[in-house]
């Protein structure tokens, strides 16, 4: 099983975080937002623009640009 | 009541309570904030930034003072309202004494994350009580919490409350009346561990913490956590050289642990805790807690629909401030109108009459004249806000903003400049990042405003030729111009003076919620006041001054010289002495505008302006118009003495077309009222404007700025108008 970043799933896909990586401040506020290794994430859609993604963690729904969204990887089940 | 140890903050001989009410953004801190209270309470700022500081005494127990909290997800902070709300917690913030107690809020249909920063604010030690908001909505969904499990588990008490129906409230007052009973600071030992090398810093740092009295026993050991997994620490002069001592000698040697990561460890290590609790006290049904959401959101942030239904609720605004409004708009043009011949007609004619109809009630009847459109741009935000809106309008604009490195919610506020730049400039609050909200402010009066309008009317009625489709073309094209120079200085300065890396854009998308209107109209209320009251007191100062610069010095052979046609006329006794009286008047009006400060200052800037094509008259026009535009139109009517003129008087258009340059050449060619039309769009020319800009950014600095850059953006693009039309030879 490989790990992909959070951009490359599909709306209505969803995976278990393994890792981040970025800018720490920005990995340390996601991190505190719930997305930590480990938790189910779900892709719900993106923007009607293609950025950014509309996610949904712990129950409540995230927006995020693709850009920061690529430094999230999950494993896709 | 209860009246506990003596102490610093005694008032009457009773001891007053403050209580911090901290919380997620968007859980129901404000709503339980004024049910407790009873609404009553005062609405100021904090030092040196612009987080609204509101206060008030608890509804029957005077003793007890809640201070609302900024909504914050964490108490590592991240935007300027997270930053108070931590530095007030931890006594941190100057003016602002550390909290008695906490009354922490929490969102029951979004445990895990709420509790994060619950319980990050417990471990501090301080005594506290957690209100367990939003239990309708989780019983409708059929989830069931046992409240006394959690508060076992949180070691504090857990009182559930339903905020916009006062449910709760009574038990929460009870709550809170125990808290000051209860002794200054309470032990709640950490229930989840950390990596062993970090325990031992962590007990360090909490040692010298309570060494020098820093932190109770009872909280050292949370505040040093917290202080060694912080980055950006509040205000270093704040912590005794004792603690800022051991920090730094904490983190060296943690340097060297390259495999601790500690962001990680403090996240990852509460949310797994927090994770286990949840489970343990709440009993999940099967039905989804957002269903209503998830299918609005469908449509809403759909690819088509999405953006149809945000254009058209775009389309909305836009009509209910230039339509819906006009009525209202009219209502109080009368009124001021009924002033003024009110004091006309019951005072003795003298400066003092002047001064009242002329100067105070047409300068602030000018301003106050906008107070409906304002009012329907704060209610409709508010609504946008209340409802969960807004959070979609940032989602779905902010690939397009980013475009110009401005964030999605930049857009309503320099959509809501074309009313009026100053609620734009108040709506830049939401921007968490101050560079980008900078952007935003310094661009935002870029936008055509509703007092630009009676200029270009007048301009383009007066002095443009063509069938009507042009004189809209040409409208249009200032609208266009106004947006597109805001968007490219907002990209020239994001590049230039307020570059930095690019905010990581994390947002929550919350809950729809149907809107309460009590709530919003509160809200607009309580913005559209600032309004009246800030912007209208330096309104009222600079015309008054303006009034003087355009009355004064008087000259008493004049006076008299025109006193002596009157009489005259009068003695003549013509048939139309009415007319002649008021032809006199105009001339005299004239007369005395040419000698007053202002004429004088017209003179002087006449060598400035000449190479736009404007002379000293025009030069009036622009000095007035720093105080508010629409001045010029008034302006224009007295330098061309047509009496009391307003944008449809067909006698200042046919005096406007008339004017012409000592030599016989027509002033108001085509080509002066377009370049003079760039003019307006690009300068800022409105004293309220700066009066906000001075107040939301704290500093005269941006505001002297803002004005500089603009009034040099308008002088070049006039420049450039009248010198290459001239000199291709169009439209003169
Ligand atoms: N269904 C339900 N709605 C609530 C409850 N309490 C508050 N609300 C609504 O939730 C929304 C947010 O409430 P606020 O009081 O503004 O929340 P806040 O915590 O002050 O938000 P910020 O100041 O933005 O951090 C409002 O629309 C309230 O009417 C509740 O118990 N149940
Ligand atoms: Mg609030």
């Not at chain 1, 923007?47 to 920061?68: F, W």
Request: charged residues 20%; proline residues 6%.
């Amino acid at each position: 099983m490989t790990t992909i970043p959070l951009d490359s799933l599909n709306a209505g896909e969803q995976g278990h975080i393994t890792g981040l990586a970025g800018a720490p401040d920005v990995r340390r506020r996601l991190m505190e937002m719930g997305l930590t290794p480990g938790t189910l994430l779900r892709v719900v859609r993106f923007a009607p623009l293609g950025d950014p993604i509309d996610i949904e963690v712990r129950g409540y729904h995230l927006s995020l640009r693709k850009h920061d969204a690529r430094q999230i990887m999950l494993l896709r089940q | 009541m209860s009246i506990c140890a003596a102490d610093p903050s005694v008032s009457g001989g009773q001891r007053i309570f403050t209580i911090a009410v901290m919380g997620n953004p968007n859980c129901g801190k404000t709503t339980l904030f004024n049910a407790l209270t009873g609404l009553r309470h005062k609405v100021g700022n904090y030092p040196g930034v612009t987080v609204e500081k509101r206060e008030g005494a608890v509804s029957g127990e005077p003793s007890l003072r809640l201070l609302d909290l900024p909504g914050t997800y964490s108490l590592s902070a991240r935007s300027p309202d997270e930053q108070i709300a931590r530095d007030v917690l931890l006594g941190c913030l100057e003016d602002t004494p550390r909290p008695d107690g906490v009354l922490i809020v929490i969102d029951a249909t979004n445990l895990e994350r709420n509790l994060y920063l619950a319980s990050q604010v417990l471990e501090l030690g301080l005594p506290a009580v957690i209100a367990c908001n939003m239990m309708d909505l989780l019983r409708e969904a059929g989830h069931e919490l046992d409240i006394r499990e959690l508060s076992q588990r949180l070691q504090a008490p857990v009182i559930p409350t339903i905020g916009h129906r006062g449910v709760g409230i009574d038990k929460l007052k009870a709550a809170l009346r125990d808290l000051c009973t209860a002794q200054r600071s309470v032990n709640r030992p950490r229930q989840w561990s950390l990596h062993e090398e970090l325990e031992k810093e962590v007990r360090h740092v909490a040692a010298a913490m309570t060494a020098s009295g820093f932190a109770s026993p009872e909280g050292a050991n949370g505040a040093a956590l917290l202080f060694l997994s912080e980055r950006e620490l509040p205000a270093n002069d704040h912590l005794p050289s004792l603690v800022s001592h051991s920090l730094s000698e904490a983190q060296e040697r943690l340097r060297v642990h390259p495999e601790l990561d500690v962001s990680l460890e403090v996240t990852a290590g509460r949310y797994a805790w927090l994770g286990e609790l949840v489970d343990a006290c709440l009993k999940r049904s099967e039905r989804n807690l957002h269903g209503a959401t998830d299918k609005l959101d469908r449509i809403f942030t759909h690819k088509v629909w999405g953006l149809v239904c945000f254009a058209a609720m775009m389309g909305l605004l836009f009509y209910s401030i230039f339509v819906l409004a006009r009525p209202l708009m009219g209502l109080i043009e009368t009124g001021v109108e009924g002033l003024q011949q009110f004091t006309a007609r019951h005072l003795a004619a003298g400066p003092l009459r002047d001064l009242l109809t002329d100067g105070v009630i047409a300068g602030v009847g000018n301003v106050i004249v906008f107070f409906p459109q304002i009012c329907i741009l704060f209610l409709f935000i508010a609504l946008l806000e209340d409802t969960g809106y807004m959070a979609r309008a940032a989602f779905l604009m902010e690939r397009i903003m980013s475009r110009v490195g401005l964030p999605g919610k930049s857009f309503i506020p320099l959509l809501s400049s074309h009313a009026c730049a100053i609620p734009g400039i108040m709506a830049t609050r939401v921007i968490e990042n101050p560079k980008d909200r900078l952007a935003t402010i310094l661009v935002a009066p870029l936008m055509s405003c509703s007092a630009r309008l009676p200029v270009y009317t007048v301009l383009i009625a007066a002095c443009l030729p063509g069938n009507p489709w042009t004189k809209a073309t040409v409208l249009l094209s200032m609208y266009g111009l106004g947006l597109i120079t805001a968007l490219t200085m907002a990209t020239v300065f994001k590049k230039t003076i307020l570059r930095g890396p690019t905010p990581a854009f994390i947002m929550e998308l919350p809950p729809y919620r149907v809107p309460r209107l009590s709530a919003v109209l509160f809200v607009m209320w309580d913005r559209s006041k600032v309004f009246l009251t800030r912007a209208g007191t330096i309104i009222l100062a600079i015309t008054i001054l303006l009034w003087a610069a355009t009355h004064y010095p008087q000259n008493a052979q004049r006076a008299a010289h025109y006193e002596a046609q009157r009489e005259a006329v009068l003695a003549s006794g013509a048939a139309d002495a009415e007319s002649r009286l008021e032809a006199i008047a105009r001339e005299e009006a004239a007369d005395q505008l040419q000698h007053s400060y202002a004429g004088r200052l017209g003179r002087l800037i006449e060598p400035v302006i000449r190479p736009l094509g404007y002379d000293w008259r025009i030069g009036i026009g622009l000095v007035a118009s720093f105080a508010a535009r629409e001045a010029f139109v008034s302006t224009m009517g007295v330098v061309y003495g047509v009496g009391e003129a307003d944008e449809a008087t067909p006698s200042l258009h046919k005096r406007l077309r008339e004017a012409q340059w000592p030599d016989g050449r027509p002033l108001f060619t085509p080509l002066v009222a377009v370049g003079l039309m760039v003019f307006y769009v690009l300068a800022c020319q409105c004293v309220s404007t700066i009066a906000v800009v001075r107040r939301e950014t704290n500093s005269w600095r941006w505001p002297a700025f803002q004005l500089a850059y603009m009034t040099g953006l308008a002088y070049m693009g006039a420049l450039l108008v009248y010198q290459v039309g001239s000199a291709l030879g169009i439209g003169s």
